[in-house]
């Protein structure tokens, strides 16, 4: 049978590479989820005509925004 922690080195650095590799991945996922959001958005707003259509594109933009730095976080900290 294979010794994984001989071959990584210690049950930390398998911890901290599954952690690493989920944080970045999940961060990649929600900025996929945010330009998803920003698309509907634009298409409710052409189709919806409301005074209040600029705070929701706000928002959307935000969200992205929020998005981007969790995975710059995610690449340079971790």
Same mark, same amino acid.
């Given at each position: 049978m294979i010794d994984f922690t001989r071959i990584f080195g210690s049950n930390h650095v398998v911890f901290g590479l599954f952690f690493k590799s989920f944080a970045v991945i999940g $961060? =990649?996922?929600?900025? !996929?989820? =945010? *330009? #998803? *959001? !920003?698309?509907? @958005? $634009? #298409?409710? !707003?052409? $189709? *919806? %005509? %409301? =005074?209040? @259509?600029? #705070?929701i594109k706000i928002i959307s933009y935000v969200q992205l925004f929020v998005a981007l730095l969790l995975i710059i976080l995610a690449l340079t900290i971790l």
């Open positions: $961060s =990649a996922m929600y900025f !996929i989820y =945010a *330009l #998803v *959001l !920003i698309r509907q @958005t $634009s #298409v409710m !707003i052409r $189709s *919806l %005509e %409301e =005074a209040h @259509t600029g #705070v």
